[in-house]
C-alpha cells in the first residue's frame, strides 16, 4: 500500500494553516481525527472573525452607517457564496441559523405546521438526533406517524423498505447525506426523485456531506438541505438553512422579534420576505461572515481533491486496522465517507479511547448521537476515527500503531 500514500496538494502547506495542528497532547503531537465531531479552523478564518471584531462590528441590516453597511455587506458576501457553493437558486433560499441541529428543528417546528393529524414522515435508522427529536416533539404536537428505513449489514439504507413505507400520507422524509457513524454516502438524489413521485418533500441532513462531497441541491432537487459552519472549517455558531422557495414561502416563521418582519402593530404583523423572515434577532453576523473564508479556503482544494484524499486515508486505514485480530468495523458500504467505527473484541470504547489520548490520539467514542442506529446494530456505541483534509499518512500510520498496541493491552 506504500504506493498509495500519495498527495496530491502540499499538505505541509495546508497544516501550517492550523496552528492546533502543531500542538502537543499528553506528550505527543496531537493525531486529530474527530473530524466528524468538528473540523478545526484555518488561520484565514479565525482572521476574518478577528476583522470582524476589529474592524467592521455594527449590527447588520439596521444602520445607514457604514460600519453597519460593511457588516451588512460581509454577510450577505457569505449568503451569496453559500448560494453559489451549494448552487441553490437564490439567495432568498439561504437562511443563516445556529446549525445543523437549529435549522431541522426550524423546518420541524414551521413546515410541522403544515402537516394534519395522520400524516406520516420517514426518517432512518441511521439519523442523528437531531434529525430524529424534532420530529418527535413535532409528533407530541400533531398526531403525525414516524416510519424508520432500516440498513443491510453493510450500513446502507434498504431502499426496498423504504419504497414500502410511503402511503398517501407521507408527506416528508428527512434523510443523512453522509452518516455520521458509519461513513455511508446515502442514495439521496433516487430517494428524493421517489419521494417527489409520491408527492412528499425531503430534507438533507448534509453536516457530513458538506466538506467532503460536491453539494448540488439543484441537481439533487432537495427541498431542504442544512449543515454547520463548524464542521466545514468555518466558525462555530453558524449553520444554514437551505429551503425551496415555493416551501418557505410558504411556511410560517420559526420565532418571532426584529429583522423577520415587514410591519408591527397590535392589530396585526406582516412578516419580512425571505429570507429574513425567518431570521428574528441579531443573527451570529460576526461568523456568518467568516463563513466565507472557509468557503473559500475549500474552494482553494477543491471539494473532489479533499474528498479523494479523505478517501485514500479511508482505504489505507482500513485495510491496516482490518489486519488487527478481533477488529469490527461497523459501516463497509462501497460508497463511503473517511469515517472509521470501530470495536476491538471486548474492549469498552471508552477504554480504547482513554487509551488513544495517552497517545496523543483524538477520536470520539460512544453512541455519537445515534442511540437508534446503535439499537439496531447492538451495541453501546464505538470508537469513531475520522479524517480531513490535513490528517497525513504518517498521522494514519500513528494511529494504526497505536490501536495495535491497545488491542494488545485489552483484549
Ligand atoms: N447531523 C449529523 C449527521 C451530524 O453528524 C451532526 C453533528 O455531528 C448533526 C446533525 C448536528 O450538528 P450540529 O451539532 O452542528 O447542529
Known sequence: MESDKIYDY????EREKFPILRRTVNGRPLVYLDNTATTQTPREVVDAVVDMYYDKKANVHRGVHTLSQEATNAMEATRSLVREFINAGSTEEIIFTRGTTESINLVASSYGQLLDDGDEIILT???HHSNIVPWQLLR????IKIKVVPINERGELDLDVYRSLFTDRTRLVSVAHVSNVLGTVNPVREMIAYAHSRGAVVLV????AIAHLRVDVTDLDADFYVFSSHKMYGPTGVGILYGRRSLLEAMPPYQGGGEMIGHVSFTGTTWAALPYKFEAGTPDFVDAAALAKAIEYIRSLGVERIAAHEDRLLD????????I??????????????IISFLIGEATPFDTGMLLDQLGIAVRTG???AQPLMESLGIEGTVRASFA???TFDEADRFIAAVRRVAAMLT
Open 389 to 391: 483534509l490535513y490528517n
Open 10 to 13: 502540499d499538505i505541509e502547506r
Open 325 to 338: 485480530p478481533g477488529m469490527r468495523i461497523f459501516g463497509t458500504a462501497p460508497h463511503k465517507s473517511a
Open 205 to 208: 441532513d448534509g453536516a457530513q
Open 367 to 369: 453512541h455519537h448521537c
Open 140 to 143: 407530541s404536537r400533531k398526531n
Open 125 to 127: 435508522v441511521m439519523e
Open 316 to 323: 489505507y486505514t482500513t485495510a491496516e486496522l482490518l489486519a
